[in-house]
T-cell receptor, first 117, second 109 residues
């Protein structure tokens, strides 16, 4: 099956610093990648959708200057949390899709736990 | 607007017993419906999906789900649970995957 990896799996940083999270599709080319945020005991909330080579589309309420997304290749997307603060602490999950059309099946990465001190 | 409701936040079931997880949705047309499972340290795994056709859908790991348009439901079932089925289960709707709040399943010996 399609495999998606995320790196790092967990990260602790100081308030005010920036953190980059990588999402890679290991055995397929992902035309579209999605970034989700999951709070403890809550569901996944879509943050943004990125297509290779174009700007990401952010969901309402997500600060694009805060959460920078780059999808430079068909196998890699990055999420950078800029000037992180404790309220940005969360579980970030990416997914990747490789089928164009009405339904684009998504394959999920294992997630990255971000803790901002 | 589309929405997904999983009424049960937490379910405890004995190993070998049957399991049913509820999912209700609100959608303008026949939706795409999904069930995912999330285990600690692992990514969400697709159990099954419904787009059209037979309303009883078979998935992986012995799970099945039934689409009932009249009840706007897509409940997940498994006849006999295994300890390895302990996880968080999410129902999702639509091509952009709007997720329900999830149901935590605990399996007791």
């Amino acid at each position: 099956g399609a495999v998606v990896s995320q790196h790092p799996s967990w990260v602790i940083c100081k308030s005010g610093t920036s953190v980059k999270i990588e999402c890679r599709s290991l055995d397929f080319q992902a035309t579209t990648m999605f970034w989700y945020r999951q709070f403890p005991k809550q569901s996944l909330m879509l943050m943004a959708t990125s297509n290779e080579g174009s700007k990401a589309t952010y969901e309402q309420g997500v600060e694009k200057d805060k959460f920078l997304i780059n999808h430079a290749s068909l196998t890699l997307s990055t999420l950078t949390v800029t000037s992180a603060h404790p309220e940005d602490s969360s579980f970030y999950i990416c997914s990747a899709g490789n089928v164009a059309g009405v339904y684009n099946e998504q394959f999920f990465g294992p997630g990255t736990r971000l803790t901002v001190l | 607007a589309q929405s997904v409701t999983q009424p049960d936040i937490h379910i405890t079931v004995s190993e070998g017993a049957s399991l049913e997880l509820r999912c209700n949705y609100s959608y303008g047309a026949t939706p795409y419906l999904f069930w995912y499972v999330q285990s600690p340290g692992q990514g969400l795994q697709l159990l099954l999906k419904y787009f059209s056709g037979d309303t009883l859908v078979q998935g992986i790991k012995g799970f099945e789900a039934e689409f009932k348009r009249s009840q706007s439901s897509f409940n997940l079932r498994k006849p006999s649970v295994h300890w390895s089925d302990a996880a968080e289960y999410f129902c999702a709707v639509g091509s952009r995957l709007q997720f329900g709040a999830g149901t935590q399943v605990v399996v007791t010996p």
